[in-house]
Each structure stands twice: as structure tokens, then as C-alpha cells.
């Protein structure tokens, strides 16, 4: 079992950055593919950014040269570094951590809020 606590969502202004973290319990973390989700209001989960367990990054293209994803295995954490903020990515941003075997081992965060408005 693998539980997941998002932190770092905010209110910015457009052009502005903030970096969201996502703390893992349990054991393995390293056995896991990590990924940034996010639903806006009235529209689908979108995939935003995951990394592999090796460390393969890939980005949907709205967010490609503002995000980062990136992963500490030394701390159970995955990060989504986000610049020049867009009201766009206005949304509730979750964690997944899915294994890289076992598709039974899917987990999901709770969520953290991110609001770019002026």
C-alpha cells in the first residue's frame, strides 16, 4: 500500500511559478512510475508530466518548456516544478504512482488546488 499527500497548490498570478511536491508512504517508492494528473472544472483528466522509474520524462505539450517533473527516491518524493504559469493551468493537480509491474498497485493523491488568476 502506498499513500500519496500532494503539497505546494496556491494562488499565483499569471507569469508566476510554484512547485508542487508529492510525499509517498510505504515502501518501493522506487519501483514506481510517478505522474502529474490534473482535472480543470467541466473537463477530463489530463496526464501533465510522469517519470519513469528510470527517470524518463515525458510532458503533454501544453507544459512543455514551463514544467519539470522530477523524483527523490532518497525521500519518497516526486516534485512538478511550474513556471510562467498560465490561467489555463488553473486546476486541481493529483499524484499517481503507478508500479512498474504490478498494475494492481495504482495509487492516487487527494489533490491540491493551483489558481492563476490576476
Known amino acids: 500500500q502506498v499513500q500519496l499527500v500532494e503539497s505546494g497548490g496556491g494562488l499565483v498570478q499569471p507569469g508566476g511559478s510554484l512547485r508542487l511536491s508529492c510525499a509517498a508512504s510505504?515502501?518501493?517508492?522506487?519501483?514506481?512510475?510517478m505522474g502529474w494528473y490534473r482535472q480543470a472544472p467541466g473537463k477530463q483528466r489530463e496526464l501533465v508530466a510522469k517519470?519513469?522509474?528510470?527517470?524518463?520524462?515525458t510532458y503533454v505539450d501544453s507544459v512543455k518548456g514551463r514544467f519539470t517533473i522530477s523524483r527523490d527516491n532518497a525521500k519518497n518524493t516526486v516534485y512538478l516544478q511550474m513556471n510562467n504559469l498560465k490561467p489555463e493551468d488553473t486546476a486541481v493537480y493529483s499524484c499517481?504512482?503507478?508500479?512498474?509491474?504490478?498494475?494492481?498497485?495504482?495509487?492516487w493523491g487527494q489533490g491540491t488546488q493551483v489558481t492563476v488568476s490576476s
Open positions: 510505504g515502501s518501493a517508492f522506487s519501483s514506481y512510475h
Open positions: 499517481n504512482a503507478k508500479h512498474w509491474f504490478l498494475a494492481q498497485r495504482d495509487y
Open positions: 517519470i519513469t522509474r528510470g527517470n524518463v520524462t
